[in-house]
């Protein structure tokens, strides 16, 4: 089965090509099913190989040569495909959670006059994160990782009429370029180090190598997940991504582009574990991402923007675990970040759906009688992200936080309060959304509908997966087998877990309480004494501002960064450009001109002229023979 790997990102691509040349010719339905097929065909495969790997656990992984691609007398790079536990794992996550989004924008998108072209770009999408995480080098890698940035600016701005979405386009798209170099960096630095960028070539030596260049592999591979998965000081892209069409944002928060970095962190573990300083940093710049978006979301009152700093948020808590050192408590964080994220951005569009386009929550309430199905799967997935005990993401969560707590309680600390801040905005948009009575126009509510099946079904699927996901990675002290670890261990292996069972019991039992609290705390504020956010910015509290305004970090951007190139450019446009360099080519014409004005007047049109001049030409070139 493994040989049909290549069949995996083929499928997306084949849908692709039928969509981007033939899809304004076929019918909506026809272009949505062929995307949507791709996609799902992609997964039984995906799921067939999976399987293979889970009767066969002597061979840990495979290697697929597709052909050759790179040849020099210094280089050479084949296009494999590296087969193993944890690109199997992602690869189920990319396809089954890419396929549901499909589903549901058969759906959501079906009044859009870009319907095909939407449908295009999405399976273009799914291929270059395949491609990214199928790979068996650093190059085919940062193909995929390339692939991925380009498609979320076609989908950010796929409505590009729109001026402000095209502005959130570009961002997106400049503020991972910025990443994107230190990756490169570290993908060159890899290749002169090891004379190799082959995953298999440079793990089986890199051990052997010194500190120091490991941690400045590590730190330049870094730079580019903080990139990719939004994290400070580059994170300022993914809210704004929220100009793109909701599917769009469940593909990139759930199941694309955001996890890519987190996968790759994965995959060269190597450079981590021999770089505690590098592990640090990232541990450190994890829980700091995590607590500072976390805290945004408190005053966020655009639906999708607060899941979006959720995003940013629970991306901090797995790069955490990273740094710590917890490969596979990532990686399932991620697996069950992509069921109840997806749930949620998809139940989100359900709602905007339902409310003709309107995205603040002040303008809801009261819609749980209207949407029932949205209402109760996006309530089971905010029981998952809040961490409530028995849910997918209490398990993953927890587990997160204990490895966190062995490395720096310090750390644990910071990153339990982002869980409990988690649990409290989350909650405030539940109330805000759904209890209470509705804050909207009467011809909104007039016009309150549950969505369509196409997307009420992927809703019920995640729903599903937030609860019982968590189930493949339960604590190894209630006696049960931590499935997730073990299947990634040939991989990225976990470290011990040295804390006694009274101690997971008190740092679970810290958990589950405070969650609880929190999620009544919010109960009381937004539910029983229907507090509602402040219209205004000039009522609000000096530090409510400070937070609603997201800290003021894009405009502190926008003077330190922007306006001081705007000017840089500014001059060099005027000085260096206009009176400079066209000031050299205008002059040249106009020497060209004056000489030619004065050349013209020798051709008089008078033989005898002619004649003379050829005489004294003549003479002239004698007299020259002559002395030489």
């Known amino acids: 089965m493994v040989k049909l790997i290549g069949l995996v990102p083929l499928f997306p691509l084949i849908g692709f090509l039928i969509n981007g040349f033939f899809g304004k010719k076929m019918s909506k339905g026809l272009s949505g099913a062929i995307a949507s097929i791709a996609i799902l065909a992609s997964f039984i495969v995906s799921l067939l190989v999976f399987f293979d790997l889970l009767e066969h656990p002597d061979t840990t992984s495979h290697v697929v040569s597709i052909f050759s691609w790179i040849n020099s007398d210094t280089l050479h790079i084949p296009f494999e495909f590296l087969v193993d536990h944890l690109s199997s794992l992602f690869l189920l996550i990319i396809t089954g959670i890419g396929f549901l989004i499909h589903i549901y924008s058969i759906g959501y998108m079906h009044e859009d006059e870009g319907f095909s072209r939407f449908f295009t770009y999405l399976n273009l999408f799914v291929f270059f994160m395949l491609l990214l995480v199928l790979g068996n080098n650093y190059l085919i890698m940062f193909v995929g990782w390339e692939g991925v940035g380009l498609c979320s600016y076609l989908l950010i701005g796929f409505w590009f009429k729109n001026t402000a979405y095209n502005n959130a386009a570009k961002k997106a798209f400049i503020m991972n370029r910025i990443g994107d170099l230190g990756f490169l960096l570290g993908i060159i630095l890899i290749f002169v180090t090891y004379g190799s960028i082959s995953y298999g070539d440079v793990f089986g030596v890199a051990r052997g190598a010194n500190e120091s260049t490991a941690t400045a592999i590590a730190l330049l591979l870094f730079i580019g997940a903080m990139g990719k998965s939004a994290q400070l000081p580059l994170y300022t892209w993914l809210p704004d991504a929220m100009a793109g069409p909701t599917p769009v944002s469940a593909l990139i928060h759930a199941a694309t582009m955001v996890t890519a970095g987190i996968y790759m962190v994965v995959r060269s573990n190597v450079f981590y574990i021999m ?20 805290t945004i979301g408190l005053f966020q009152n655009d639906i999708k923007k607060i899941l979006a700093y959720s995003t940013v948020s629970q ?91 062995e490395y720096s309680p310090v750390i644990w600390f910071f990153g339990s309060v982002t869980s409990l801040l988690t649990a409290f905005y989350m909650f405030r948009l539940m109330f805000l959304t759904f209890w209470g009575g509705f804050r909207g126009t009467h011809e909104q509510e007039h016009h309150l509908h549950e969505s369509p099946k196409s997307m009420t079904f992927p809703l019920v699927v995640l729903a599903i997966l937030s609860v019982v996901g968590g189930l493949i990675g339960l604590p190894e002290f209630w006696g049960a087998k931590n499935w997730i670890g073990e299947f990634l261990e040939p991989v990225a292996t976990q470290p011990l877990n040295m804390l006694g069972h009274d101690q997971e019991i008190i740092l679970m039992s810290i958990a589950s309480v405070g969650a609880i609290v929190v999620i009544y705390f919010a109960y009381m504020v937004y539910r029983k004494n229907n507090v509602l956010p402040l219209e205004k910015e000039s009522d609000m509290k000096p530090f409510q501002k400070l937070v609603y305004n997201k800290y003021y ?76």
């Open 553 to 628: 970090v894009d405009e502190v951007y926008d003077f330190l960064i922007r306006k001081p190139l705007d000017f840089i450019s500014d001059i060099l446009s005027r000085y260096v450009d206009k009176k400079m360099v066209d000031g050299v080519v205008n002059g040249v014409g106009t020497a060209v001109d004056g000489l030619s004005s004065v050349v013209r007047l020798l051709q008089t049109g008078n033989i005898s002229f002619y004649i003379l001049s050829m005489v004294v030409g003549i003479i002239a070139i004698l007299f020259y023979t002559f002395i030489k």
């Open 315 to 405: 991306l901090g808590l797995m790069f955490m675990g990273l740094g710590a050192g917890a490969y596979s408590s990532s990686v399932f964080h991620v697996m069950t970040h992509a069921f109840f994220k997806a749930l949620l951005f998809l139940g989100a569009g359900s709602v905007i759906h339902a409310m003709g386009g309107e995205q603040d929550i002040r303008r809801m309430g009261g819609l749980k009688k209207a949407l029932p199905v949205t209402f109760m799967t996006m309530f089971l997935g905010t029981l998952a992200i809040s961490g409530v005990f028995g849910f997918s993401g209490f398990f993953s969560k927890d587990e997160i936080l204990a490895h966190t707590y």
């Open 275 to 294: 770089s505690p300083a590098a592990s640090e940093v990232v541990a450190v710049v994890g829980v700091a991402t995590a607590l500072f978006a976390a």
